[in-house]
């Protein structure tokens, strides 16, 4: 699980899982938590990255 914070712009996390993508769409000045586990899939430990 990550939270995702912005500040003083809006940014977009993309979330790749089993072929599948998600993108969530943070709010300047604002925050997401994403990546929660759920169900009885094996969970991955991932490495965030920012890019621009």
Excluded: W, Y
């Excluded at 943070?26 to 490495?47: F, Y």
Aim: glycine share 14%; charged share 20%; net charge neutral.
């Amino acid at each position: 699980m990550f939270c995702n914070r912005t500040s003083g712009r809006a940014a977009r996390a993309g979330l790749t899982n089993d072929g599948n993508t998600q993108n969530v769409d943070i709010a300047k000045d604002d925050h997401r938590i994403v990546g929660n586990g759920l169900g009885p899939a094996p969970t991955t430990a991932v490495e965030p990255t920012v890019t621009g």
